[in-house]
C-alpha cells in the first residue's frame, strides 16, 4: 500500500489539509451526539455517518482511534441560534408534549430516546465510539470549570447564572465568523438580560430551582449550559487539545464557537487543531419538517420497508460538507446497489477449488482508489463507483476459484471497513439462506406483552421484554404510537 495522507477540510482554516495527530498514527476525536428529547431523524444521522466514515478511513490506514461522541441529556435550550439561547430546555418540552405522556418524568424519557437512538445507530452500521458520555453524568466537572473560568477573569455570577465574558476571548468568532462586533449588531433580536455585562455573553450555568433536572453547586440550584458539557467531556477523555472536532454545520455557532472559547480560556491551549463540519440535508427537494411530511426518521423508513443499510448508502451517496438531496429514487438506487455488492459476496463465500488468482490484483487496485478517495476529503462519491467495480468484477466472473474467491472476499471486507455498506460478510446473504428460522408468531405476541405492560406503565418489564428480544438478535422499531415493526439485528 503506497502512503497516503488523510486530508479533511478545516473550518477553521477554511481549507483542506492533511489530518495531523498530536501522536502519530492515533487520532483523538471527538463528535457532537444528539439531545435525546425525541427521535434522531436522518438529518442528525447524516452527520452522525460523517464522523463513523472519519473513524473507518483512519482505521483502514491502520491508525489507532479514540473516539468519544457525547449524548445531550440537559440544558439544550429551544432558541439555540444565539450563543446564550433562550425558551425551554429541549427535554422539559419534550416531556409535555403528546408524546412526552407515555414517561412519568424527564429521565425516563431521555433514557427512552437514547435507546431508541442506540438502536437506529446500530441499525445504520455505525461503529460504536470508544466512549459515549452523557452531560448528566459529568455536572461535577461542569461545576469546576464555571468555577475556574470565573477564578481566571473569563465568566462572572449574575443573579440568574454564571456567563462566559466574550470580551475577555478576543479570538471569539475565528471558526464561525461572528465575532463581538457582529454579534453586537444582532442584540436587538435576542431577548436582554439586564444583569448581563454584554447581551453577546452565553451562560455556563443556569440558576433555577424549579427546573425538572437540577443540581446544587456553589451557585444554588440549577442546571448547566449546553456548551459547556462537550468542553469538559472531550477534556475528560481526549487531553486539553484534541485532533478533531465534528458535528453538523448548525453546530459550527454557537455551540463550536462557545466550546472553543470555554475550553481555550480554561487551558490556554488549542482546544481541536481540526474542524469538520456536516452540511444540511434536503429531502425530495424540501428542507425536513413535520409539517411538509419528509420528516424521515431510520425507524420510520424501516417500518415502510426500507433496508438500513440502504438508508446508510443513500445518505453518504454525496459529499459530506455539500447540501444533499436524499430522495426516495435514491433510496431505490442505493437498496439496487446493495444488492450487487450481496450477490458479489455470495460469489465470494461460494468460490471453491483450484487456480491462480485471476483478481487479486485488480481488486487491490480498485480499493486503493476507494481509500484514496476516502483520503480525499471524504470523496464517497468516487470511493462507492470504485467498490461497485469490483463487485461487478466478482460477479462477472461467475464462479471463482478458492484463490480468486480469497482476493474477491478480502476486497470486500476491506470496503465494508472504509464504507459500512456491506454488512458483515457471513451474514450478507438473504436471510432464509443464512440465518434460523424464527418464531414470527412468538415475536409477535412479545410485542403485544410489551404494547399491555407499557400501556400499564410497567416500564421495567416492557423494557427486559425489549431487550430479551435484543439479545436473540430481534430489534423493535418503535415510534410515537408504539411497536410499528421488528427486523434481524
Known sequence: ???????????????????????????????????????????NFRSFIT??????????????????????????????????????DKMEKALRSKEGE??????????????????????????EPDVRPKATQHVREQILAAEELIAKGFAYE?????????????????????????????????????????QSDFAIWKKDDKHLMQWFSPYGWGFPGWHIECSVMARAYLGDTIDLHSGGEDNKFPHHECEIAQSEALTGKPFSNHWTHTAFLQVNGQKMAKSAGNFYTVRGLVADGANPLAIRFALIGGVYRKPFNFTDQGLNDAATNLERFRRAVDVALAADGAGEDSLGEELGGLF???????????????????????????????????????????????????????????????????????????????????????????????????????????VLTDNADGTVGWSRA
Open 1 to 43: 500500500m503506497s502512503e497516503k495522507h488523510f486530508r479533511l477540510y478545516d473550518s477553521l482554516s477554511r481549507q483542506v489539509k492533511p489530518l495531523t495527530t498530536l501522536e502519530p498514527g492515533h487520532l483523538r476525536f471527538y463528535s457532537c451526539g444528539p439531545t435525546v428529547y425525541s427521535y434522531a431523524h436522518i438529518g
Open 51 to 88: 464522523a463513523d466514515l472519519i473513524v473507518r478511513t483512519a482505521l483502514s490506514l491502520g491508525w489507532k482511534v479514540t473516539w468519544v461522541s457525547n449524548i445531550t441529556d440537559v440544558g439544550h435550550l429551544t432558541e439555540d441560534d444565539v450563543a446564550d439561547a433562550q425558551g425551554e
Open 102 to 127: 407515555q414517561f412519568h418524568n424527564v429521565w425516563e424519557l431521555a433514557e427512552f430516546y437514547e435507546d431508541a437512538y442506540r438502536d437506529d445507530w446500530k441499525q445504520l452500521n455505525l461503529l
Open 158 to 198: 449574575t443573579e440568574s447564572g454564571i456567563y462566559f465574558s466574550v470580551d475577555k476571548f478576543p479570538e471569539y468568532g475565528k471558526l464561525s465568523g461572528n465575532t463581538q462586533e457582529n454579534l453586537r449588531k444582532a442584540v436587538r433580536d435576542v431577548v436582554l438580560d439586564e444583569e448581563k455585562k454584554d
Open 368 to 474: 486503493e482508489d476507494a481509500l484514496e478517495a476516502m483520503c480525499s476529503d471524504l470523496n464517497t462519491p468516487v470511493a462507492i463507483a470504485k467498490a461497485l467495480e469490483g463487485a461487478r468484477l466478482i460477479t462477472r466472473e461467475g464462479t471463482l476459484n478458492a484463490a480468486t474467491g480469497a482476493s474477491a472476499k478480502s476486497f470486500l471486507e476491506k470496503v465494508e471497513l472504509l464504507l459500512g455498506i456491506i454488512g458483515p460478510l457471513e451474514v450478507a446473504e438473504e436471510p432464509n439462506h443464512c440465518l434460523p428460522a424464527v418464531d414470527e408468531a412468538r415475536i409477535l405476541g412479545q410485542i403485544e406483552a410489551r404494547k399491555a405492560a407499557k400501556a400499564a406503565k410497567n416500564w421495567g418489564e416492557a423494557d427486559a421484554i425489549r431487550n430479551a428480544l435484543l439479545a436473540e438478535g430481534i
